[in-house]
Every structure is written in structure tokens, then in C-alpha cells.
């Protein structure tokens, strides 16, 4: 009898099993030992399996026996799913997968669709430091508006502004004499506008895909190229609309403020 240690070992170590039905694949893995290895539970792998994500292990007995290949594709979705898929979301890839794409190339593309259009990081406020930077014109139902517009998001005892500089923004302009309520107006219409274009611009890039047909991945030969042009398209489109902003202030700034120090040069000169 093999010493009581050696036993306990043996327990701990994934088994190794050869099978011949699966062209000689080791069968390495129970689903106890499969789970802890991908860092997940047992529960989720038969999840996984019940939704076609992971293939079914080989039976041999009672007992189902799971490859390396069952590995990768368990912690390739483990990776997909921190980084915000649904289950719909991997089915969807992995389906792709099995037609011939290259799942890297893929995720690329998706990554150049709907990665972040800016570099600004989240920030988190305390109502101290909100107050401290409008002042007392930052009451309650001010809160409320801002929360709504989504400038600040509640968080536990602190805010989350995802736009630190438009917050920081306001809070200057404010300062200087703008009544807050009417700045929130502004912003309010400001975003309506906004979303408009960036709605009929990102159409445009869009169109990229149209042609494929509707809910058709392109081709794999195509995958890298059209992720490269997106990429190329998103400044480009960012700066099209930062210049045609600019334009408008720079025209309404001629209109409105010209006409009030054309105005006060017309008094001083009585």
C-alpha cells in the first residue's frame, strides 16, 4: 500500500488520463480541478456548458475528464467577461471562432468600435468639496439636475463625475458670475445637440460595416484593415466636430459680445 502522503498528493494533483477517441488529447482535469485551475466554480462551468460556450468533457464512467483546450477556452472567457461581454456577447464570438476568424482580430475590432473616444479619467468628489468649489449656489435641487445630466453619479458617500473637466468647468464659470441653473440649461441643450452629430458622424463610419449585411461579421481578411481604419477615422472625426465647435463659439462670440463692446466704445466716445 502506497504511503497515506503520497495518496494526499496525488489528490491534489490534476489527473492525467490518455484517451485514443480523442485522437490522443490528454484528458487532464476533473470539473473540481478544472474550476480551480481557471480560477472559477464548478457552477459556472456547467453554466458554461449548458450555453454551448464550453464543449462537453469526455465521459469516461461516471466521471467526465476535461483537456488543456477546455482550459483555454475556460479562461479566455473569464478574460472576455472582466472585460464587460455578456455570455450573448462570447456565444457570439466564439461562433465566429469556429467559422474561421481570428478571435484577437475580433476583439481588436470591437476594442476600435467601443473602446473610449477620450483619455479623461473618472474622478470622485465629496459633497464637502463640491460645495467648496460652487459655493452656496450648489443646493439640493442643483444636485438633483447635475445627478440627472450625469455630471455626478452617486457613489456610496461620494460622487463620480466621469467628465471631471466639464464639472470643473462649471464650477469656474459659476465663480465668475454665470447663475448655475442656467448653465445647466446650456449643458442640458448642449447635449442634445451634440449627441445629434456624433449620432449622423459615427453613422458614417458605420457604413464601414453596412455593406457586410446586417448583423454579419466581414470577412477575416478583412478584420485588420477595417480596425485599422476605424482607429485612423476616430481622431479625424473628433476633429471635425472639436473645429466646427469652435467655429460656432468664435461666430456667436462675434455676434453677442461684439455688439456689447462696440456698445461701451460708442459711450466712451460722447
Given at each position: ?13 490534476p489527473s ?62 473569464n478574460s ?191
Amino acid at each position: 500500500m502506497a504511503p497515506k502522503s503520497s495518496t494526499i498528493a496525488a489528490r491534489r494533483t490534476p489527473s492525467t488520463k490518455k484517451s485514443t477517441s480523442h485522437g490522443g488529447d490528454e484528458l487532464e482535469f476533473t470539473i473540481d480541478e478544472l474550476a480551480r485551475e481557471a480560477s472559477t466554480t464548478v457552477r459556472n462551468v456547467r453554466a458554461y456548458q449548458d450555453r454551448g460556450l464550453l464543449p462537453p468533457p469526455l465521459k469516461r464512467g461516471r466521471t467526465g475528464w476535461y483537456s488543456r483546450d477546455h482550459l483555454a477556452r475556460l479562461r479566455l472567457i473569464n478574460s472576455l467577461l472582466s472585460r464587460g461581454y455578456t455570455l450573448g456577447n462570447i456565444a457570439e464570438l466564439l461562433d465566429a471562432l469556429e467559422r474561421g476568424h481570428d478571435l484577437h482580430q475580433i476583439v481588436g475590432l470591437e476594442r476600435a468600435i467601443a473602446s473610449p473616444w477620450s483619455a479623461e479619467q473618472p474622478r470622485h468628489f465629496t459633497l464637502p468639496e463640491l460645495l467648496k468649489m460652487f459655493g452656496i449656489v450648489f443646493n439640493p435641487r442643483t444636485l438633483a439636475k447635475v445627478i440627472e445630466l450625469g455630471l455626478l453619479e452617486p457613489d456610496g458617500l461620494r460622487y463620480r463625475a466621469p467628465s471631471p473637466k466639464m464639472l470643473i468647468a462649471g464650477a469656474e464659470l459659476a465663480k465668475a458670475g454665470m447663475p448655475l441653473e442656467d448653465l445647466l440649461k446650456v449643458i442640458e441643450g448642449l447635449r442634445a445637440n451634440v449627441q445629434r452629430v456624433a449620432d449622423q458622424m459615427v453613422q458614417l463610419i458605420a457604413r464601414l460595416l453596412d455593406h457586410y449585411g446586417e448583423g454579419q461579421l466581414p470577412p477575416p481578411e478583412d478584420v485588420p484593415k477595417l480596425a485599422e481604419t476605424i482607429w485612423r477615422l476616430r481622431p479625424l472625426a473628433m476633429m471635425a466636430v472639436e473645429a466646427e465647435v469652435s467655429r460656432a463659439l468664435e461666430k456667436s462670440a462675434n455676434k453677442f459680445l461684439g455688439e456689447r463692446v462696440a456698445e461701451i466704445l460708442e459711450q466712451m466716445q460722447r
